[in-house]
């Protein structure tokens, strides 16, 4: 079955240091969704990304989808304390599942 | 617009009781899933519908059951309840222009299920 891997599973960073997380499926992805969710709350959606190679920026944070379409990645520059939370990648394959990754836990230490 | 919403908050189940999650959009969006998400997990699709009478499995369907009558409505139902089932339970939807992929899905607040 489909699997999407996301990796760190934690991060610890100090205020003001950049963060990255992963997202790896074992198949191609027609779409890939990111998605934060803070302690107790329910996931937010950041952002959707289609195309092969795709790059979109929301302020201080960066998106990437991989040529392949099998990877993505979340880079946040500059951390603050309200960068707190899980970020969760969701994959699309060639229907209408959305696999989730495992997600990364970010702290942010002040 | 509330978005969406799901009742109740919490629940505590014995083994082998059954009880209805109740959820209702009011965003008019046509697609509508279910997912669970274990302590520290990511969240595992249970079952989904892209619409009015139309249901289909989604990853970890066994235990469950769904159905969707309305398009505000997506109940989910667990029968014999059992402690694999403790977890806590998202309601999410979304739009999907025809043959397109769904847009972005916004969740319910969730339903925290422990089964003893």
């Known amino acids: 079955g489909q699997q999407v891997m996301q990796i760190p599973q934690y991060q610890h960073v100090q205020e003001g240091e950049d963060f990255t997380t992963y997202c790896n499926s074992s198949?191609?992805?027609?779409?890939i969704q990111w998605y934060k969710q803070r302690p107790g709350g329910h996931p937010v959606f950041l952002i959707q990304l289609v195309k092969s190679g795709e790059v979109k920026k929301q302020k201080r944070l960066t998106f990437q989808f991989g040529e392949a379409k099998k990877n993505s990645s979340l880079h946040i520059t500059a951390t603050q304390t309200t960068d707190v939370g899980t970020y969760f990648c969701?994959?699309?394959?060639?229907?209408?599942?959305?696999?989730f990754g495992t997600g990364t836990s970010l702290t942010v230490i002040p | 617009n509330a978005g969406v919403t799901q009742t109740p908050k919490f629940r505590i189940l014995k083994i082998g009781q059954s009880m209805t999650l109740q959820c209702t959009q009011d965003m008019n969006h046509n697609y509508m899933y279910w997912y669970r998400q274990d302590p520290g997990m990511g969240l595992k699709l249970i079952y989904y519908s892209v619409g009015a009478g139309i249901t289909d499995k989604g990853e970890v369907p066994n235990g469950y059951n769904v159905s969707r009558s309305t398009t505000e409505d997506f109940p989910l139902r667990l029968e014999l309840a059992a402690p694999s089932q403790t977890s806590v339970y998202f309601c999410?939807?979304?739009?999907?222009?025809?043959?397109?992929?769904?847009?972005?899905?916004?969740f319910g607040p969730g339903t925290r299920l422990t089964v003893t």
């Open positions: 969701a994959g699309l394959s060639w229907g209408n599942q959305f696999y």
């Open positions: 999410a939807s979304s739009y999907s222009p025809g043959t397109r992929s769904p847009w972005e899905q916004y």
């Open positions: 198949t191609t992805l027609s779409n």
